[in-house]
Nanobody, 127 residues
């Protein structure tokens, strides 16, 4: 069972930047499609960004495209989410997730397709 541990969250002013990291256990990280999701208070969890095994495909939520960048380092078993030009509406708990379906080519935006989740890291953007 893969374990995922997020880090890098915190409090930042609007317009600032943060980089989230998600470290995965095990030796098969490079075979996973990875995703970042977020859940704001009183709202459902939503897809933020995904990255395919070879980093060829990186879909984004429309409201973060151009501000957030997802990347991965398979040698370090880590996926990153670089967040810039942060807005108060980006405030949420951010989760990374792994999709271990070996047939997946393009990362899914459906959280039901992800079968391993981290514990989440809080991101708070003040106005």
């Amino acid at each position: 069972q893969v374990q995922l541990v997020e880090s890098g969250g915190g409090l930042v002013q609007a317009g600032g930047s943060l980089r989230l990291s998600c470290a995965a256990s095990g030796r098969t990280f490079s075979s996973y499609t990875m995703g970042w999701f977020r859940q704001a208070p009183g709202k459902e969890r939503e897809f933020v960004a995904g990255i395919s095994r070879s980093s060829s495909y990186t879909p984004y939520l429309g409201s973060v495209r151009g501000r957030f960048t997802i990347s991965r380092d398979n040698a370090k078993n880590t996926v990153y989410l670089q967040m810039s030009s942060l807005k108060p509406e980006d405030t949420a708990v951010y989760y990374c997730a792994a999709d271990r379906n070996a047939r997946r080519v393009v990362p899914s935006k459906n959280q039901e397709e992800y079968d391993a989740w981290g514990q989440g890291t809080q991101v708070t953007v003040s106005s």
